[in-house]
C-alpha cells in the first residue's frame, strides 16, 4: 500500500508547487480527519485524498478520464476500494461509486474547492442556520458544490459545524478564481 510520506511524494511530482497541489494536501488533511468520525483507516483515507487529482494537468483538455488515469498510474499499491473513489470522484468520467470511501471524497474536494473560493473566514463563519442556502448564493456558479456537500452530510449524519471544526485547524490554500497551469501561468 502506498504510504502517506510516498502519496506527498507523488503530489510534488505531479502537481509541483501549484495551488492544485495545495488542493490535494488540503483534501487529504480532511479525508484524514473525516476518517476518524467512521473509525475508517486514516492512512489509507489521507492517500485517497492526496492522490486523488494527481491527473489534473494530464487530463484537463478530456475530463472523462480525470481520475481513471490516476487510478492507471496507481495500479495496485492502493486498494480497489480507493481505486473506485478516485476513478469516480468526478461526475464526468461517468464512473459511479456509491461507498462510503468515495462519498467523502467527494464532499472532501468540495469542502476544498468552496474554502478555496470563498476563503477560510467566510467558509467558517457560515451562517449556521442555513449554511447550504448561503454557501449556494456565495459560490454563485459553483452553487452546486454546495448540494454535494449537503448531499453527503445528511446521508452520513454529519453537520456543517463539524465539517467547519475539521476546516478551521486544516492548512491555509490562497484563494484562486483559477488554477494555473503547472507553470503558474493563470
Not at 496507481?74 to 476500494?81: A, E, M, S, T, Y
Not at 475539521?166 to 501561468?185: C, S, W
Request: hydrophobic fraction near 40%.
Amino acid at each position: 500500500m502506498l504510504t502517506t510520506a510516498d502519496a506527498d511524494l507523488l503530489v510534488t511530482r505531479h502537481l509541483g508547487d501549484t495551488p492544485r497541489a495545495n488542493h490535494s494536501r488540503l483534501v487529504g488533511y480532511i479525508m484524514r480527519q473525516l476518517s476518524g468520525m467512521f473509525s475508517a483507516p486514516a492512512d489509507l483515507w489521507e492517500v485517497v485524498g492526496l492522490c486523488h487529482d494527481l491527473d489534473f494537468f494530464q487530463t484537463s483538455h478530456d475530463w472523462s478520464q480525470h481520475g481513471p488515469l490516476t487510478v492507471k498510474w496507481l495500479g495496485d499499491r492502493i486498494p480497489p476500494d480507493a481505486q473506485q473513489a478516485i476513478a469516480a470522484h468526478d461526475h464526468r468520467t461517468g464512473i459511479h461509486a456509491d461507498t462510503l470511501l468515495a462519498d467523502m471524497l467527494r464532499a472532501a474536494d468540495a469542502i476544498a474547492v468552496i474554502d478555496e473560493k470563498l476563503g477560510r473566514r467566510s467558509f467558517c463563519d457560515m451562517d449556521q442556520a442555513a449554511p447550504f442556502m448561503t454557501l449556494r448564493i456565495q459560490l454563485g456558479d459553483r452553487s452546486y458544490l454546495s448540494d454535494i456537500l449537503e448531499r453527503y452530510l445528511k446521508k452520513y449524519d454529519l453537520s456543517f459545524a463539524g465539517i467547519v471544526k475539521v476546516v478551521i485547524h486544516a492548512p491555509e490554500q490562497e484563494p484562486h478564481l483559477r488554477q494555473p497551469d503547472r507553470k503558474g501561468n493563470a
